[in-house]
């Protein structure tokens, strides 16, 4: 009972992956749906050109049976079936063009569709999706997937529509002309398919060597090309050369074998292609003038349709196979976005939230509780009464939990247990758009749009005059910097920033806050990354922008700490320690020892 | 490309049997339609059963003979491609070694990296291509319509107008497309930067309420991914109807053109089906022909970009002299008018710097970010060179001293605190090649890491991930000093390296710098004014210029910028009490 355990379990699992790609398959017929007379479009197309294609072989044949030799040649009738062939194959093209044109409205559409839903969904599901799945994984997921899943989808309608009406026309219309021919081309021609299947297997196993290998690679790449200064501030060139030869040879060795291999598909489907195409000719030539169960022999032009038909039927299986294995890669892909998807947005807000329109700026923590893993409790009883105006520090060693509270205040996350309020209202009955619109945020973490300053100082307020902007910048010091600038205020910013310095980014971000100035603050202080004027700059922003504000600071500065109404003292995600500075320091606690560690003279 | 084919001459004989034997293949594929036409013509006219036998055997040695061929030419190609691009990788990767910083910065270790991966993985794949269709691919379109000709000149003419026509349409699609395929790329790099920066800032969105107006702007630019798309395929999807109609035409031409000599006697029906056969073979050939050729130029790109690393050669002239020790232990320190420029900068790092630092005294450098505090310190090992002035070491000028020795000599941490994949005892020997166990542990001890490196448990053989993941930063920080310490180097320079340590530890680390390493020369760049406060003399940078130059207390009363600093890190009564000098 036990040892069979293990194998039913695989089986349950097993089935339910089959389950899953079941129920994604589904999924993606659904997202198709809309655009079904378009789909029936196409595949009408492909019959069409399809069956037009076909036809032109026999056309050919005809020519061929008409021109029997010297003076044997009908030219009227030559004419007639040119000008059929003709005819067929401008409407083949032009029903081929269309159909391409329809098949990639209908991919690109579904594709949009579907990176819009899942951008828009990355706007509404809770932070704490957001903040489980790393950045690149999601990306991915709206970037990489959404498009092989383009791939997919393209490959599918174009190759495996007309593949499949392809070899099932070419099979009718090779019965048609000699039955016991056709026998030996769909007798013989899955075999080509297994030997392709056989040689990309086995090259399979070597590209994945070759990829782990090609990883081991890039890895010392990455570590020895991306710190190379120290490399050689310690002189290790030699040794790392050496790992490196070690590493590319193996990168090598399994490289050869994966590109030989895999090279080897082609030229075995060919011999394959070539031994059914020489099996057809000469049974064709014999049925030519042989006629072994009685009936009409077959005519040479007959023999001619045949042979190109031969070589028509065995292409769309090459092609059938490509598509097969693209079409898992995205049926895989589909399933990542789908899983996105079909995560739950955050809840509405209530039907009676209230909107306030300017806080006072009174905040009341009250016995909250919180924990991002069930049995992992992190925040208990935490009470904290903020009158309007005050001004709360928040300190403790780094990864102490300060992003925590600043998550329960903008409510990107809810509390477990206990309520915060605003103003006397329960933060969970206000709107959210209301309640961060009393709220002005500027982390550490600076964040900045890929677009010019004059939309990154506006982004809270787009409607802000470039007079109200500019004020806004002087007030976060940051004026004099922007107008260094070679375009001053429309100066494009890099993506995140990077043309700017750590403190010229945080000072726009204090500007950004700076043209709306909210009721409540949230700031993070800088720590030494900064250098020491604009750290001074920046200092003076905060004080500014703090007069008359309730704020939350979380502070690495003594002049802050100290002139700070409540202490928030937290170490691993607890709150150990509330109070003012005295009141702390008389505790002789953590705090204590944390301002002599950091401020106290040795 | 010099060089590329230079690679590919250790592998003369496999670089041109590869394409012959690819040849060969193709010719024996051309053959068939003329053993087939010959079966239609004499075969089955002359209802030779044995005839066709042997012509089907014909066929069968000329497959057999084509899958012989075709695989040692895949197999020569592979090895000459994989070969080649495992020699450029490793030569690549010696050449980065031994740029200067200078040359490093010019260049980007990003842009770095990908010259070693993606552009010899294109190159190789380039090369691989390249020997395998080079020469199969227009033999078998000028083959087949060399073997019409043989067959019957007068409808071998379609060929002479089908071929040059197919190529202008392949290749005037494939010209047009291309800029806009790339043009669908670079709004998919749109959309790729707003999912990213939606990502990373979804807080701030939040906070200001813009999730609406992102969503509108990621609706419009999905649009106009999706316009171009349809743009690009509508041309794009014209290929295959074009090129097919084509092929038929001259399939049309050669039936026309072939009934009348037929008629007239001068050509037999099995010929005709030959011309047709020949015909069809031309289409396959010349798309793959076309592809190789967007293959090849991608490659001969790539080719080029890493040819253009291979052509930054350090061309520094290396000393001669040994280390100039000293008898106390440590050295002596002497910048002379210094000036130094960054190449993409407009103003100097550092405008006409002079000091003298005494052996074994310990300097302090202090300044804001980009003030040349770091600059200062990366003349000593000679990372980078002085443009005019000079630096030297008890005397000697740096220049004149062998770099190997030179670098020996100074333990340097760096300001971005990286360690490498390996053990803890592999990443302290990067100091000291034969450092034992002992010592290690007291640099260790000293680096203030001996603690945690004790309650991880694995002693020395602590596994350290790349870049160090599994520790953090102020750990990494204390094992970078620590491989530096280890070294026992006579020039200990700490590049602003203990900024994520709280200020006890930071000053127990340099306590024990003092106190167990000797008598050294120890230079500590910094942002804090407890870090040296202490030294024996500091620096003062602002903007490349040494503004103030002396000790804390001289400093407090005699700059502005070094009062400044202090005020925004210490208490009034502090500052008051330095002044003073009652300490």
Redesign the interface.
Known sequence: MKEQNPIEKKQTEESRKKERKKSTIHRILLCIRPYLPMVILSLALAVISVAL?LL?PIY?GD??D????????D?PA?LR??KK??FC??L???A??IM??VN??IT??I??DL??QT??H??DVP?SY?DANS?GD??SR??TDV?QLSDGLLLGFTQLFTGVITIIGTIIFMASLQPLATLIVVVFTPLSFLIARFVSTHAFTYFKKQSAA?GD???L?????????????????QE??EE??KR??E??GY??KA??FS??T???T??LN??I???V??AG??L??LSPFGGAVMT?GE??SF??YV?QYSQPFNDITGVLTEFQNSVASAARVFELLDTAGEPADDSDAVVIPHARGEVTLDHVAFSYVPDKPLIENLNIRVQPGKRIAIVG??GCGKTTLINLL?R?YDVNSGSISVDGTDIRHIK??SL??N?G?V?QDT?L??GTVRENIS??R?DATDEEIIAAAKKAYAHSFIMRMPKGYDTEIE??GGNL???QKQLLCIA?VMLHLPPILILDEA??????????RI?KAFDDMMKGRTSFVVAH??STIREADEILVMRDGHIIEQGNHEELLRKNGFYKKLY??????? | MKRLFSYMKVHLLESILAPLFKML?ATFELF?PIV?AN??DR??SG?D?SY??R??IL??V???C??VF??IA??F???V???T??MM??DL??H????S?RQ?DGLG?ST??TR??SDI?TV?NGV?MFL?LFLRSPFVVFGAMIMAFTVDPHTAMTFVVAIPLLFVIVFAILLITMPLYRKVQKQ?DA?????????????????????E???KT??EE??G??DR??FV??IS??L???T??VI??G??AI??L???Q????AL???K??AQ??YM?QILVELIKLANLIILLSRAMASARRVDDVFRVVNGRKDGTAGFPESETGGASIDFSHVLFHYEKDAEPALCDITFHADAGSTLGII?????GKSTIVNLI?R?YDADSGSVSLNGTDVRTIRE?DL??HIG?V?QKA?L??GTLRENMK??QKDASDQEIYEAIDIAQAKEFVDSKGDGLDLMIE??GRNLS?GQKQRLTIA?AVVRRPDILILD?SA?AL???TD??LRKAIRSQMGKRTVILVS??V?TVRSADQILVMDDGKLVGHGTHRELLNTCREYQ??CE??M?AE?IQADRKGDD
């Not at chain 1, 002599?596 to 040795?602: D, G, L, M, Y």
Request: proline residues 2%; glycine residues 8%; hydrophobic residues 45%.
């Open positions: 294609q032109v050919i020519g061929v008409v021109i029997v030799g010297k003076g044997q040649v030219f030559l079936i040119l062939i003709i194959i401008c083949t093209a032009a081929q063009w391409n044109h990639n409205k690109y559409r594709v949009r990176r819009v951008f828009h990355i706007h932070l957001l950045a999601l990306l709206v970037i498009e090609r690679v890039t890895d790449t990455n570590e020895m090309l991306g710190n190379l200064k120290v490399v050689q501030t310690f002189g290790h060139e790392s050369m490196f030869a590319n040879r990168l090598s490289s050869l590109t030989f090279s080897l082609n030229p075995s060919r011999f070539a031994l195409y020489d099996g000719a000469l030539c014999l030519c003038f040479i023999l001619t042979l190109s070589k060693p780094t903008m990107f959210r758009m961060r619109d709220y945020m982390l964040w749009k890929a982004y809270g787009p993506e995140n310095s750590a403190g950004r720590t030494s990354s900064i250098d020491t004027l604009t750290e001074i200092q500065r003594l002599t560690a950091q401020f106290e003279r040795s | 293949e068939v087939v079966m239609i075969g089955v209802k059963v066709l036998i012509m089907s066929l069968l000329l497959a057999a084509g899958l075709s695989i895949q197999y190609s592979a090895k491609a994989t070969h691009a495992q990788r490793d990767f010696a980065i070694q031994t740029l910083w490093i270790t770095l990296i070693m991966t993985n190789q691989n395998r998919l959309i790729m930067r707003s999912t990213r920066e939606n990502l990373l800032g979804v807080r701030v969105v939040r906070a200001f309420n813009r999730q107006s992102e969503k990621f609706d999905a649009s991914l999706y798309q349809i395929g509508k999807a014209l295959n109807p074009l097919y109609v038929n035409l399939i049309v039936l026309w072939g009934g009348q037929v008629y007239a006697g037999t029906q099995g005709i089906i047709v056969n069809s300044g804001g970010t980009g003030s090992p990372f190997k670098r020996s340097v760096p990286v490498f994949h990067w100091g790349q870049e930063g491989r602003d900024s709280d200020f006890a000053a127990a942002q804090r407890s400044e600093i925004s890190q208490t502090e």
